[in-house]
């Protein structure tokens, strides 16, 4: 229909985890206006500076228009058509493995359940990922080895309630603006609220701080490691609780016990008095909430750093209480809701286990598929890979960049040039990555498109539509259905609307579920358009019955095999040896005012006017020792030789020993300093999330 002149719409912001509620407004010229919405449960009526700049980010400038072959106009039946054939051929030729997809946390639910659908139970392969996999990958291994299940237990209110909040690897203030203010905003009312932040940067986050420890890149893991052994020394472990719901902890004590205070102080690069003093603040305060987010998830260690976390939570029993929990803060709108559908090559969907032959056997029943896929699929770093190595001949990349988001991204870059057939979907024309596609299909964004997204408290919002769709754009799960339906499974494809997806992922969701998995949303199952249309933001699970849980565990009821909690036993890794010719370690991160590789913040002036240019920040002794002043351009060279050209910023914010650069700027606009190129690819062995905050570099004058 056409769409809506001078109406109220009710969305919600396509930036980060957030997922903030916004009304936005067309008027009869297609001047847009956004604001807050005073009744969404995440923000109350605030936006950020991104979320309230929207409108300024839309409109054609850039914008993918009409499908394209080999760089030429085409119609949509011939790209589809075409796409079609050539992912059955290379089935045919070379079996399932040998296609993929890689889709984005951009994407709205209902993109993402056919995306999967399509891959796992048609053509039988599990190699779908997602730039997901930069951003929560390793929470969801660390949830998953301790509670049975990819289950976030706490929601934003803990914030407020909470006598402590320990922000660990977040720059919550940059990163989660809107949840930054109201811990703010809960800390000024009542100040006796403390604020740790654990970050080796001190950053705008650390203003709000009663105590920042400038941590060594991973020694978290060190660091909430000695923080169990000072749990069970000071007898702060909650022993009916780890009685009645959890198992190992003797374990998990056994692996922490190692270090020494000095060992400790070492390997987390904090004094012993500051050691202490958050040690005994986390020890003696019982409404504790520790957020954490990229600096944890983005290593080596990911996982290993999510459970030691987790295990201190669970000592304590601290956990699905009002003010206490854990809460792992996603990145991306909707990295969630892709997680919730399978949309990770390890999972399967309505968070079943692909390992599980019970629920493979569930889900290929209920979608009545020809095949199921059953073992994991080649996470990101791996599929760009076989890419590489011609394992894989045919890729589809929806909503994603990854010649500039993924580690060793010229690496990637070739992978696409000889990859035998690409095809891009996207809002934008010109990205780094639509460059390559040999089949380019015009998506819609943010405004023109409609479904769900699931935020970082399990809060599942409508995206809804108020734009019309720029030339012959049309929606990502569109695309695939009609892919799928020209690839021969027309009648499992035949959605008429988003609503369709969304409905048939309730039923999915509570298909044979007698409460033993987490995700619920069977009260959907069935809905039709228009009570989807009128969907309010809820969290889930929401069973049949209507019941829903804010919080997760407070007695227990994990999703093992014996509804216990599992304490992982983790280790600390080895110091780094340092290296002569690249003695710095490279953290790379967003800024305030820019979202990703800046296909859409870019547009706005204001939003671009915050931070100008990409820079490496480094502290004043590290630029003194290699004779480079504040605002010199620099080279920053990685690893493996490559190299890019920023400004210098020298700050004291910087810990001695490491840089900082930005992720955002891309070959369109900075082509020196697309900062992924240098980053090396090496990933974490259980979640496979790349360590983007731990790369080997030296800096030098340029
Ligand atoms: Fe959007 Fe996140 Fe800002 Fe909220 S906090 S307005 S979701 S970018």
Same mark, same amino acid.
């Given at each position: 229909?056409?769409?809506?002149?001078?109406?109220?719409?009710?969305?919600?912001?396509?930036?980060?985890?957030?997922?903030?509620?916004?009304?936005?407004?067309?008027?009869?010229?297609?001047?847009?206006?956004?604001?807050?919405?005073? *009744?969404?449960?995440? *923000?109350?009526?605030?936006?950020?500076?991104?979320?309230?700049?929207?409108?300024?980010?839309?409109?054609?400038?850039?914008?993918?228009?009409?499908?394209?072959?080999?760089?030429?106009?085409?119609?949509?039946?011939?790209?589809?058509?075409?796409?079609?054939?050539?992912?059955?051929?290379?089935?045919?030729?070379?079996?399932?493995?040998?296609?993929?997809?890689?889709?984005?946390?951009?994407?709205?639910?209902?993109?993402?359940?056919?995306?999967?659908?399509?891959?796992?139970?048609?053509?039988?392969?599990?190699?779908?990922?997602?730039?997901?996999?930069?951003?929560?990958?390793?929470?969801?291994?660390?949830?998953?080895?301790?509670?049975?299940?990819? $289950?976030?237990?706490?929601?934003?209110?803990?914030?407020?309630?909470?006598?402590?909040?320990?922000?660990?690897?977040?720059?919550?203030?940059?990163?989660?603006?809107?949840?930054?203010?109201?811990?703010?905003?809960?800390?000024?009312?009542?100040?006796?609220?403390?604020?740790?932040?654990?970050?080796?940067?001190?950053?705008?986050?650390?203003?709000?701080?009663?105590?920042?420890?400038?941590?060594?890149?991973?020694?978290?893991?060190?660091?909430?490691?000695?923080?169990?052994?000072?749990?069970?020394?000071?007898?702060?472990?909650?022993?009916?609780?780890?009685?009645?719901?959890?198992?190992?902890?003797?374990?998990?004590?056994?692996?922490?016990?190692?270090?020494?205070?000095?060992?400790?102080?070492?390997?987390?690069?904090?004094?012993?008095?500051?050691?202490?003093?958050?040690?005994?603040?986390?020890?003696?305060?019982?409404?504790?909430?520790?957020?954490?987010?990229?600096?944890?998830?983005?290593?080596?260690?990911?996982?290993?750093?999510?459970?030691?976390?987790?295990?201190?939570?669970?000592?304590?029993?601290?956990?699905?209480?009002?003010?206490?929990?854990?809460?792992?803060?996603?990145?991306?709108?909707?990295?969630?809701?892709?997680?919730?559908?399978?949309?990770?090559?390890?999972?399967?969907?309505?968070?079943?286990?692909?390992?599980?032959?019970?629920?493979?056997? &569930?889900?290929?029943?209920?979608?009545?598929?020809?095949?199921?896929?059953?073992?994991?699929?080649?996470?990101?770093?791996?599929?760009?890979?076989?890419?590489?190595?011609?394992?894989?001949?045919?890729?589809?990349?929806?909503?994603?960049?990854?010649?500039?988001?993924?580690?060793?991204?010229?690496?990637?870059?070739?992978?696409?040039?000889?990859?035998?057939?690409?095809?891009?979907?996207?809002?934008?024309?010109?990205?780094?990555?639509?460059?390559?596609?040999?089949?380019?299909?015009?998506?819609?964004?943010?405004?023109?498109?409609?479904?769900?997204? $699931?935020?970082?408290?399990?809060?599942?919002?409508?995206?809804?539509?108020?734009?019309?769709?720029?030339?012959?754009?049309?929606?990502?799960?569109?695309?695939?259905?009609?892919?799928?339906?020209?690839?021969?499974?027309?009648?499992?494809?035949?959605?008429?609307?988003?609503?369709?997806?969304?409905?048939?992922?309730?039923?999915?969701?509570?298909?044979?579920?007698?409460?033993?998995?987490?995700?619920?949303?069977?009260?959907?199952?069935?809905?039709?358009?228009?009570?989807?249309?009128?969907?309010?933001?809820?969290?889930?699970?929401?069973?049949?019955?209507?019941?829903?849980?804010?919080?997760?565990?407070?007695?227990?009821?994990?999703?093992?095999?014996?509804?216990?909690?599992?304490?992982?036993?983790?280790?600390?890794?080895?110091?780094?040896?340092?290296?002569?010719?690249?003695?710095?370690?490279?953290?790379?991160?967003?800024?305030?005012?820019?979202?990703?590789?800046?296909?859409? $913040?870019?547009?706005?002036?204001?939003?671009?006017?915050?931070?100008?240019?990409?820079?490496?920040?480094? &502290?004043?002794?590290?630029?003194?020792?290699?004779?480079?002043?504040?605002?010199?351009?620099?080279?920053?060279?990685?690893?493996?030789?490559?190299?890019?050209?920023?400004?210098?910023?020298?700050?004291?914010?910087?810990?001695?020993?490491?840089?900082?650069?930005?992720?955002?700027?891309?070959?369109?606009?900075?082509?020196?300093?697309?900062?992924?190129?240098?980053?090396?690819?090496?990933?974490?062995?259980?979640?496979?999330?790349?360590?983007?905050?731990?790369?080997?570099?030296?800096?030098?004058? &340029?």
């Amino acid at each position: 229909g056409l769409p809506p002149i001078d109406v109220d719409i009710k969305t919600t912001c396509p930036y980060c985890g957030v997922g903030c509620g916004v009304i936005a407004k067309a008027d009869q010229q297609g001047t847009v206006s956004v604001r807050g919405d005073p *009744n969404h449960p995440a *923000n109350f009526g605030r936006l950020c500076s991104k979320g309230s700049a929207l409108a300024e980010t839309l409109g054609a400038e850039g914008r993918a228009l009409y499908p394209e072959v080999h760089g030429q106009r085409a119609s949509w039946d011939a790209a589809l058509d075409l796409v079609a054939q050539r992912f059955k051929d290379t089935i045919d030729a070379h079996g399932p493995d040998s296609v993929a997809f890689y889709l984005s946390g951009q994407l709205l639910t209902e993109d993402y359940y056919v995306a999967n659908k399509l891959m796992k139970g048609f053509i039988g392969s599990a190699n779908i990922d997602t730039n997901s996999r930069l951003c929560m990958a390793s929470s969801v291994a660390g949830h998953r080895r301790a509670f049975g299940a990819d $289950t976030v237990p706490a929601c934003y209110e803990d914030l407020e309630l909470a006598d402590l909040v320990v922000l660990v690897g977040s720059n919550m203030a940059w990163c989660h603006p809107v949840l930054y203010q109201r811990l703010a905003a809960a800390k000024a009312a009542r100040p006796a609220m403390k604020v740790v932040v654990i970050d080796p940067r001190r950053t705008a986050t650390s203003d709000i701080a009663d105590l920042h420890l400038a941590i060594r890149a991973d020694g978290d893991l060190a660091l909430f490691n000695g923080l169990l052994v000072y749990l069970a020394e000071t007898g702060a472990i909650d022993e009916t609780y780890v009685s009645n719901y959890t198992s190992g902890l003797p374990e998990a004590l056994a692996a922490a016990s190692h270090a020494s205070l000095a060992e400790l102080c070492e390997a987390t690069g904090v004094s012993a008095i500051l050691l202490r003093r958050f040690f005994r603040l986390f020890g003696e305060t019982q409404k504790v909430v520790t957020c954490y987010s990229q600096g944890v998830n983005q290593s080596c260690v990911g996982t290993d750093k999510v459970n030691a976390i987790l295990n201190c939570h669970l000592a304590t029993g601290r956990i699905g209480c009002p003010g206490m929990g854990p809460l792992s803060l996603t990145g991306q709108p909707n990295a969630m809701g892709g997680r919730e559908v399978g949309g990770l090559a390890n999972m399967l969907a309505a968070h079943m286990a692909l390992e599980n032959p019970v629920h493979r056997e &569930h889900v290929q029943r209920f979608w009545n598929a020809p095949v199921i896929a059953h073992k994991a699929g080649l996470k990101a770093v791996d599929m760009f890979e076989a890419v590489a190595d011609g394992r894989i001949k045919a890729i589809w990349i929806m909503s994603t960049n990854p010649v500039v988001s993924m580690p060793d991204a010229d690496a990637v870059k070739a992978a696409l040039q000889t990859c035998p057939f690409v095809v891009v979907s996207d809002i934008q024309k010109d990205t780094d990555t639509a460059r390559l596609a040999h089949v380019l299909l015009p998506a819609s964004g943010w405004g023109e498109k409609s479904g769900t997204v $699931t935020n970082t408290e399990r809060r599942i919002s409508r995206q809804r539509s108020f734009l019309a769709l720029p030339g012959e754009a049309r929606a990502d799960w569109w695309q695939l259905a009609e892919v799928a339906k020209r690839m021969g499974f027309r009648a499992h494809f035949n959605y008429s609307g988003p609503s369709d997806v969304y409905a048939e992922h309730a039923a999915l969701s509570a298909f044979e579920n007698d409460g033993e998995r987490d995700f619920d949303i069977g009260a959907h199952a069935g809905i039709d358009t228009e009570a989807y249309d009128a969907l309010l933001p809820f969290q889930w699970p929401l069973r049949q019955d209507g019941s829903s849980t804010a919080r997760f565990f407070a007695d227990g009821g994990f999703f093992t095999p014996d509804r216990k909690a599992r304490f992982v036993p983790v280790t600390a890794p080895a110091l780094e040896e340092a290296s002569e010719w690249h003695p710095l370690t490279l953290n790379t991160g967003r800024i305030r005012d820019h979202w990703h590789t800046m296909t859409r $913040t870019g547009k706005s002036a204001r939003l671009s006017a915050h931070i100008a240019e990409p820079f490496c920040e480094i &502290h004043p002794a590290d630029a003194d020792k290699a004779g480079i002043g504040d605002a010199d351009l620099v080279n920053v060279e990685g690893a493996n030789g490559r190299s890019i050209i920023v400004r210098a910023l020298l700050t004291e914010r910087q810990m001695p020993g490491s840089v900082f650069v930005p992720m955002h700027w891309t070959g369109e606009t900075a082509p020196s300093a697309r900062v992924d190129t240098l980053v090396s690819s090496r990933a974490d062995p259980i979640s496979g999330q790349p360590a983007l905050k731990m790369s080997r570099v030296s800096v030098t004058r &340029h």
